[in-house]
């Protein structure tokens, strides 16, 4: 059949299940938006800025494991996705971001809105495309979609001409393909995992984002038990593994629990499934599981020996990798080796002041009262290690948080896009005063759909994780780190059509967040606290994980 190009589009979109799109029109990208109005299979959610679009694209991504859709017009629109863009790619999202771009003939003549939106983008995709012949314009956004979800996920971009969106071609249906393989390893790196396991007698599995990414969450689980090993996380990490569960000792790295960064440090074997060996994770790389081999389970071949050298890996994805070790693999006991973490476990509890009111106290209400069942996306700083530290993520794809780029601004727009994505679910986003600040006109994108998301505010009038830094690093010089400025955030939030309540007492907590589920509408909880309230434990930049300290360490 005949189609225009922007018809063309829309028809690969449905051919590829997508349902949601989040976006901002403008004049090259008219074509397209035209198509989308004539059809009534896929929502389009008009959020308040592209930034916004690309987050909650992503968080539709996360919390569904279905790739993210996104699209903006050229030039400015074009470059606000681009931090939402490297955002996916750090935390490999899924998520095709499609634009527009100025007709053919006037491509590199500076025209009014252009930009080389492919050039600005390449090191932060997978994959980019400027689509220039309509011949070529389906294949390419199927080529987007499978490239997106392959392998290691990742954004993809596709940029297309305006006159190409105009133009007719013969369009023929296809049915999305199966995603090639992904099989690098060998029988004798299995073997030589099997190995390496089996010799262990202080093994711990340090567990990614892979572990979601690639669903090998069941398979998670069986192999800990089989190998009898304690368990711990990164950020992408939580939920792959029950947070509930005694073999787990919670996340590792800067801010991880002192058992965590103990016990890997003591381990004889580390083994990393789906993970990256981060900065945030490793600390100080020559000193970082010293004791250990490390055996690496990764689906990208990049990762190995890039920050950590291991001694044994196996690249392939992750699900398949244990599936094939959970087989060949009696099950093994480490008794001595467990009671050794459960005195660690027992003598490094994490703990906070219960006698004021404060993030932590705010995040268990949260976790108690939704019974650990919500989404919770968060911003980048202080509260987004608490939420990770203190609510207990017992399934995967409940925790949103960007881990790789620390995306300030993040959590609004990624919260908007999980509760699209997963409209069963209690979506609570997370953030702190400056955060909020970044992004909070999306408020106005979820009143306008009535969209029942939960916003806290974790208000301490700072930047709190940079006054940390400030206090400890810094000789308490606060370098333009204090908001305390006249911004009253319930006017604003009740000013955007959403419903703000104020909470300054432990007593008020519960009931703000029980009357914010049950509103089913948009709501605003601005908590306020200590301004000096720090994120404990942690390691000091270049340290090993080994020399973790909180509060009761410092002399000063």
């Not at 939580?238 to 440090?265: C, P, R």
């Not at 060996?277 to 790389?285: E, M």
């Not at 970044?438 to 301490?460: D, K």
Request: proline share 4%; aromatic share 6%; with cysteine.
């Amino acid at each position: 059949m005949q189609l225009t190009g922007a018809e063309i589009v829309i028809a690969c979109l449905k051919e590829q299940g997508v349902d949601t799109v989040f976006g901002y029109p403008g004049g090259t990208i008219l074509n397209i938006y035209d198509a989308l109005y004539q059809q009534k299979e896929i929502r389009h959610i008009l959020t308040s800025h592209e930034q916004g679009a690309a987050h909650a694209a992503d968080g539709y991504a996360r919390a569904t494991g279905k790739v993210g859709v996104c699209m903006a017009t050229s030039g400015p629109g074009a470059t606000n996705l681009v931090t939402g863009i490297a955002t996916a790619y750090m935390d490999s999202v899924p998520m095709v971001a499609i634009t527009a771009n100025v007709n053919l003939p006037l491509l590199g003549k500076d025209t009014f809105q252009e930009v080389d939106i492919a050039g600005v983008t390449m090191p932060i995709t997978k994959h980019g495309y400027i689509v220039k012949d309509i011949s070529i314009l389906a294949d390419t956004i199927r080529k987007a979609f499978c490239i997106a979800r392959s392998g290691r996920p990742g954004p993809v971009l596709v940029d297309i001409t305006k006159d190409v969106t105009a133009a007719t071609y013969e369009y023929e249906p296809e049915a999305p393909k199966a995603l090639p393989s992904s099989v690098k390893y060998t029988e004798d790196d299995i073997a030589a995992a099997l190995e390496l396991i089996r010799k262990a007698e202080r093994p711990y599995i340090y567990l990614g984002g892979g572990a979601i990414i690639s669903g090998a969450c069941r398979e998670v689980r069986e192999f800990a038990k089989k190998i009898d090993a304690p368990v711990c996380d990164t950020l992408m990490g939580k939920g792959a593994f029950d947070g509930k569960d005694e073999m787990y000792t919670g996340m590792i790295g800067m801010h991880g629990t002192k058992t965590s960064n103990l016990g890997v440090s003591e381990c004889d074997l580390l083994i990393a499934l789906g993970a990256r060996f981060s900065d945030r994770v490793v600390g100080n790389a020559q000193k970082f599981a010293a004791k250990a081999k490390v055996l690496h389970i990764d689906i990208d071949a990049a990762e190995i020996n890039k920050n950590i050298r291991t001694d044994r890996s196996v690249v392939g994805d992750l699900r398949e990798v244990l599936i094939i070790l959970n087989e060949r693999i009696d099950p093994i006991s480490h008794p001595e080796w467990h009671a050794h973490i459960r005195e660690l476990k027992e003598k490094f509890p994490l703990k906070y002041d219960t006698s004021q009111l404060s993030c932590p106290y705010i995040i268990e209400e949260i976790d108690r009262i939704t019974e650990g069942g919500a989404i919770i996306t968060t911003d980048v700083g202080q509260h987004q290690m608490w939420a990770a530290q203190y609510y207990k993520y017992t399934e995967p794809r409940t925790f949103l948080s960007s881990g790789g780029l620390g995306t300030m601004g993040y959590g609004l727009g990624a919260c908007i896009g999980a509760k699209t994505g997963r409209p069963d679910k209690v979506c609570i986003n997370i953030a702190g005063d400056g955060c909020f600040r970044m992004n909070m006109n999306e408020l106005a994108t979820a009143s306008r759909y009535q969209i029942p998301i939960i916003q806290v505010v974790i208000n301490n009038h700072v930047l709190g994780m940079v006054r940390q830094w400030q206090t400890l690093f810094y000789g308490q010089r606060y370098s333009q780190t204090i908001l305390e400025d006249k911004v009253d955030f319930c006017k604003v939030s009740e000013g955007l059509g959403c419903k703000a309540i104020r909470v300054t007492k432990k007593e008020e907590v519960a009931g703000a967040i029980a009357e914010a589920v049950a509103a089913q509408a948009p709501v605003v909880i601005e908590c306020v606290i200590p301004k000096d309230d720090k994120v404990f434990p942690m390691v000091s930049p270049g340290a090993a994980i080994s020399e973790v300290f909180d509060g009761d360490d410092l002399t000063v």
